[in-house]
């Protein structure tokens, strides 16, 4: 009887992890659905990020920030998301560059000239 109960829980279990797993894919795929939309800006499940500037049935068409095309199938996109640019403080760029440029002007070579050297003797 004890064992009829173990397995009666176990079964219960078993059915309660599949329906909710299937319910929280199933929403996950209609949430990726939604983002199929032109103008969009989304990552792929590789990690490319891109815009959709083209939906034609299965097939998607992506521009990267740089402004190539390429083709990718509906189930490869992950789901919207910018793509992740560096946020650059112009401030700390512009006296990076001026530091950048001191440096430069202060370099003094330490390397030996042979020419001159057998010249010399």
Not at 24 to 48: C, P
């Amino acid at each position: 009887m004890d064992m009829m109960i173990l397995l009666g829980v176990m079964l219960l279990l078993f059915v309660g992890m599949n329906y909710f797993g299937k319910k929280k894919q199933n929403e996950a795929n209609a949430r990726r659905l939604e983002a199929i939309k032109v103008g969009n800006h989304v990552r792929t499940h590789s990690g490319f990020y891109g815009t959709i500037v083209d939906v034609d049935g299965d097939a998607v068409t992506l521009e990267s920030p740089g402004g190539a095309e390429t083709v990718w199938h509906k189930n490869a996109i992950s789901g919207v998301e910018e793509p992740p640019f560096a946020v650059v403080d112009e401030d700390a760029a512009d006296a990076a560059d001026e530091e950048d440029a001191q440096d430069a002007d202060q370099t003094v070579s330490t390397l030996e000239n042979p020419i001159e050297k057998e010249s010399d003797k």
